[in-house]
């Protein structure tokens, strides 16, 4: 598809105030009827800057066979711009981007790029606090074909997903506290009932909608209520808000004991909110059982905003070799017409979140993909390609 219906990028300067700012114009030839969407494409750094672009072409191009038109803004952050600027988020790039229907963002920071103070450069952090993007979608949907690390055959089927709060809990106060002597640090927990409910109402509507379409309809709560004040308060909201939903299922479980389940039975999970540091640690357990980082994608959501991005990190060390899996990029990607197509109400753009799905899930199925990370030799072009390929099979 990428090579028969060839895309045209135009960069241009827009203008003075956003310099720093390309515009990437995709022109078709046949444009009509077509749902538009403005999206903030953001590659950052590391192998964000090389598998960025084939992710955006792809998905781009597949919306477009739905008469839905992406019209896509380089918005540049990062380290890299850190390095060369002094300012690793302009005021007016963050601006271009809130001002999108959604942000399409790779990966940032990098390890020989730091603040002053020792810090890492971390804009996609930015965005998540600023635009209130509470609730953290980590899908855990395992591929065909791969050697994965749980031996039960029902792993190779794995959908559940785990729902972090992405702007409070342990990180909502990162920084060195009044409470901090010479000889001791804390952080403190911050739950909130307004982010708690906006994260279980997600996580219940999610719920409803995944049985709608043969899920199992259930939600669990991840937390540490048994010790934690703050993690019982979690707890107590979440039994407020299930009154809503009674038709679904409200489960519960330690964050310990979740740990374990997603090694002995992840096949008994469905929709899985829980705490930020909780979820950070989780759904990289998750990636793991994708068989690794860059299989797996999520959506950053709020209730004027969502980021959409794999959720594995710069990987330096093999930036520019052509080994990164961009798996979990183009995921992403079709969780982001998913996004735009509930949101805006366009089915078109569902439908071709579906294709893509589906066209991930049938590139592994025919043979022949073994991503670098999985131990093989399939770098981002050849399984582009194969997506590509299944793409075009399903239009
Ligand atoms: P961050 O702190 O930004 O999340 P990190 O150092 O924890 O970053 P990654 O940058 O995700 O982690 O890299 C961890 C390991 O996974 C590295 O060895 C890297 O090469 C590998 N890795 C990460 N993403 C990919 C990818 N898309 N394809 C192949 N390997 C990857």
New binding site residues.
Partial sequence: MLASRKLIMQKQNKNKKFAKIFAFNFIYTEEHNMKEFKIAVMPGD??GKE?TEPSVNLITETAKSFGVKLNNVLVDAGAELYARTGDAFPEENFEEAKSADAIYLC???L?TVRYPDGT?IGPQHTLRKRLKLYAGVRPCITMPNLPLPLKDERANNLDFVIVRESIEGIFAAPRKGQLDTEDVAYNAIKVSREISEKLFDYSFKLAQSRKAAGGMGKVTCIDKANVLSSMFYFRKIFDEVKQKYPDIVADYSYVDAAALTMVRKPWSLDVCPTENLMGDILSDLASALMG???MSSSGEIGDNNAVFQ?????????AGTG???????ILSGGLMLEYLGTKFNSPEAVKASNVIKQAVKNAYAAGGLL???LGGTSGWKEITAAIDKEIEKLL
């Fill in positions: 590391g192998i598998i990966a940032m920071g390890p890492e690794g980082m860059g794999p959720t594995h990190g710069t990987a330096p060390d093999i080994k990164a899996n961009p798996t979990g990029m991503p670098y990370e």
